[in-house]
């Protein structure tokens, strides 16, 4: 199992970014994904989830703000991220929800700054 994470950057509050997870040795096309972030001297939180039937939930963090997708025949899973805010700085992960806690992967590092 493996979970590669990429598209993250330094962007100015206010600003948009995408990122983006591959994914390799699951059943993606069952399983729900989801994108989870841990900011400084928090816990991991998953923000962002989507269904095998392509349902969504979002923490009321970003609700309304970030955007989750996937694309079934290329085992992808995205995360569009609008009006970034200093509090959305953190590393950000993609995984099954529920996690499979053994292979999580290096993430991709999101700095919301001016």
């Known amino acids: 199992v493996q979970f590669v994470e990429s598209g993250g950057g330094l962007v100015q509050p206010g600003g948009s970014l995408k990122v983006s997870c591959a994914t390799s040795?699951?059943?993606?096309?069952?399983?729900?994904m989801a994108w989870y972030r841990q900011t400084e001297g928090n816990r991991r939180e998953l923000i962002a989830r989507?269904?095998?039937?392509?349902?969504?939930n979002y923490a009321d963090s970003v609700k309304g703000r970030f955007t989750i997708s996937r694309t079934n025949a290329e085992k992808t899973v995205d995360l569009q991220m609008n009006n970034l805010k200093f509090e959305d700085t953190g590393l950000y992960y993609c995984?099954?929800?529920?996690?499979?806690?053994?292979?999580w992967g290096q993430g991709t590092q999101v700095t919301v700054s001016s």
């Open positions: 995984n099954t929800d529920p996690p499979q806690d053994l292979d």
């Open positions: 989507i269904s095998h039937l392509g349902h969504t």
């Open positions: 040795g699951i059943v993606f096309r069952i399983a729900a």
